[in-house]
């Protein structure tokens, strides 16, 4: 499974992105897709998840209310659409493909190759 992932920017504080992430070959129905986020001198640290069969999505807290996480099976593509994007967000986001709901990253096995998202106050 190769993942590539798209939609980042350059947006200003209280605006939204959507980012992509398509996925090449099979996603099984007890997959679940992940979307990470890295800011320069920190760990990476768990956004959201879904389970790609019955679509029921995960958030971190920090995330909770503002990102949604999506599916479209026909495309094999996730989305994470943000809103209300602070300058705490400003990081690189990589979606992931793993077997269970998690938030550690070492869960996760394939990864895509990252999007940066830069949001100025």
């Known amino acids: 499974v190769q993942l590539q992932a798209c939609g980042g920017g350059l947006v200003q504080a209280g605006g939204s992105l959507r980012l992509s992430c398509a996925a090449s070959?099979?996603?099984?129905?007890?997959?679940?897709m992940g979307w990470f986020r890295q800011a320069p001198g920190k760990e990476r640290e768990f956004v959201a998840a879904?389970?790609?069969?019955?679509?029921?999505?995960s958030y971190a807290d920090s995330v909770k209310g503002r990102f949604t996480i999506s599916r479209d099976k026909a495309k094999n593509t996730v989305y994470l659409q943000m809103n209300s994007l602070k300058p705490e967000d400003t990081a690189g986001y990589y979606c992931a493909k793993g077997s269970f709901v998690s938030s550690s990253s070492m869960q996760y096995n394939y990864w895509g190759q990252g999007t940066q998202v830069t949001v100025s106050s």
């Open positions: 879904i389970r790609w069969g019955v679509g029921i999505a």
């Open positions: 070959g099979r996603i099984f129905s007890s997959s679940v």
